[in-house]
């Protein structure tokens, strides 16, 4: 019998399920889709119970479309978004919904917890700043909001965690996603009981913590008869989607850098040291005995999904007559625009921003518009800000003491030849693309072949498995443009984030 592995990776704005063989082909793939709520300003939330719902349409559309038996699934990994915090009864009820990683409603418990135990003490703990997109101030939130959801909350999950339960019934934690929450212990790997009561949360409703590729259960006979997979199928702990784009990347050596184009943007650089800094992000990596250094940015592919949506009426009409995709056709209009767009700068800041700057208020900006300006400088100049973005994060992790040589590029946004060329002039760096679609759900994979035995170790499973498409070289000739709007990027945001705070 075939033998393969499931990947579940529960994105932003959707869930992606893939197949793959022992050597990382895939063999069919599907999607899922559901909403992000926005109730209020700052706010954004999701219902992962339609998570679980979109999972199980994927997972029985992947096995449909590839012809593929369920025990022929022998092992099955999950990923999944940053910062959420699922709050689950005894019953394996979920009580709300959670809020995501764009969410910015406890900025004011923030400041006030962070006044009085001290910014600098609980970062000596996590190796994270203390922001409102993380973990932690949304269970103090609930604490203050909504007490009779933190009164009954058994649990408190993540998004790859709250699969892995609906698959197996198994309460988990694993140690990529710890960097949540500040109670954690960057550097051993463990809950802090000290600061869980400097900070006045119950450690009783922190799961019990995994390695990434430790098998946490089996698909139980509920799970197996909503999604379709063989009842004592052995499901790993999984990841934080990051840490398994970036393995799927092929980094799994100190100094490799994976460069992230999915719904959000930035970079994981892979240490075998501990090295925080406060406007990075610091986790593990799905690695044993390896942390990442991330920069993790509002402005990814997000940015031009919503041009997308927003703008691109002519060009969906126009595509399904040429048979293109609308962003395609995006892509050729920003083609013809020169480098550094005429001086047209953007602040891809769309929902505040995370790091390096963390300021929930930060709002996107166009500058440099006259009348001589055209659709492509708008889509060239997005294109262009979020890869400033990722040269700001690149430069604070060179100061942080993290030097990076060269990138491999994931998610949709590598798909663009024109965007990731962009993204090697601005950052001066060579950018090596692998399978990028399919990195993270291919991080997801490689974790349960480990966990089950199919791969020996790490370093075989990415031997076996990555494969590189192409390479960008930075061109000199476009250094001095990009150099000058840098300039322009980081100038802006320092005379403008006042007037944003109001």
């Known amino acids: 019998m075939k033998q393969y592995l499931l990947g579940i990776d529960i994105g932003t704005s959707a869930c992606k399920t893939a197949v793959f063989d022992e050597n990382g082909k895939v063999i069919a793939s599907g999607t899922g889709d559901y909403q992000v709520y926005y109730p209020k300003p700052g706010w954004a939330e999701q219902n992962p119970e339609e998570w ?11 096995l449909e479309k590839g012809r593929i038996q369920p025990g022929e699934i022998v092992g099955v990994g999950i990923d999944g978004q940053s910062w959420s915090a699922i709050p689950m009864d005894r019953d394996g009820q979920v009580l709300c919904n959670t809020p995501i990683w764009m969410d910015t409603r406890a900025a004011d418990i923030c400041k006030e917890i962070g006044a009085k135990i001290g910014e600098d003490n609980i970062f000596e703990v996590c190796g994270n700043p203390f922001k409102p997109s993380y973990t932690t101030p949304k269970i103090l939130w609930y604490q203050r909001n909504m007490p009779q959801v933190y009164q009954h909350t058994y649990k408190i999950l993540q998004s790859n965690s709250y699969i892995a339960f609906k698959l197996t019934g198994e309460y988990t934690q694993e140690l990529t996603q710890g960097y949540g929450l500040h109670c954690f212990d960057m550097r051993k790997g463990v809950w802090d009981m000290d600061m869980c009561r400097e900070l006045g ?42 840490a398994c784009g970036t ?3 092929g980094v799994c ?14 970079m994981s650089i892979c240490l075998d040291t501990y090295q925080a800094d406060p406007r990075l992000i610091l986790s593990y990596h799905t690695v044993p005995g390896q942390w990442i250094l991330q920069g993790g940015t509002v402005g990814g592919g997000g940015v031009m999904r919503w041009m997308e949506k927003e703008f691109a009426d002519y060009e969906r009409i126009k595509g399904q007559e040429e048979g293109k995709s609308s962003l395609v056709l995006l892509n050729e209009i920003a083609q013809k ?11 891809p800041y769309m929902s505040g921003e995370r790091s390096p700057i963390w300021d929930p208020d930060a709002k996107g900006v166009f500058y440099g518009l006259d009348f001589s300006k055209t659709k492509g400088h708008f889509v060239r100049a997005a294109m262009e800000g979020v ?8 430069d604070v992790a060179y100061e942080a003491g993290a030097s990076v040589s060269e990138l491999r590029a ?3 946004s590598a798909n663009s030849l024109l965007w990731t060329q962009i993204k090697a002039d601005v950052t001066g760096k060579k950018i090596i693309v692998p399978s990028s679609d ?7 994979v490689i974790l349960a072949g480990v966990g089950i035995g199919m791969y020996s170790s790490f370093e075989e499973a990415v031997d076996k498995t990555v494969v590189i498409k192409r390479e960008h070289e930075p061109n000199p000739a476009n250094r001095e443009v990009y150099d000058k709007n840098y300039e322009t990027y980081l100038q802006l945001y320092e005379q403008l984030k006042s007037v944003m705070a109001r």
């Open 201 to 242: 949360i119950d450690p009783g409703i922190l799961p019990d913590i995994h390695a990434s590729h430790d098998v946490i259960g089996k698909v139980s006979a509920k799970a197996a008869a909503e999604c379709g997979l063989l009842e004592g199928t052995p499901v790993v702990a999984g990841a934080l989607d990051a």
């Open 387 to 394: 890869a400033l973005s990722l040269k700001h994060n690149l």
């Open 410 to 412: 994931m998610g949709g």
């Open 52 to 62: 679980w719902a979109a999972v199980c349409k994927a997972v029985r559309e992947t």
């Open 337 to 347: 625009v020169a480098p550094g767009s005429d001086g047209v700068v953007f602040l």
């Open 253 to 266: 050596h100190p100094g490799e850098t994976q460069e992230q184009g999915g719904q959000a943007g930035g």
């Open 438 to 444: 399919t990195a993270t759900t291919l991080g997801a």
């Open 247 to 249: 393995l799927g990347a």
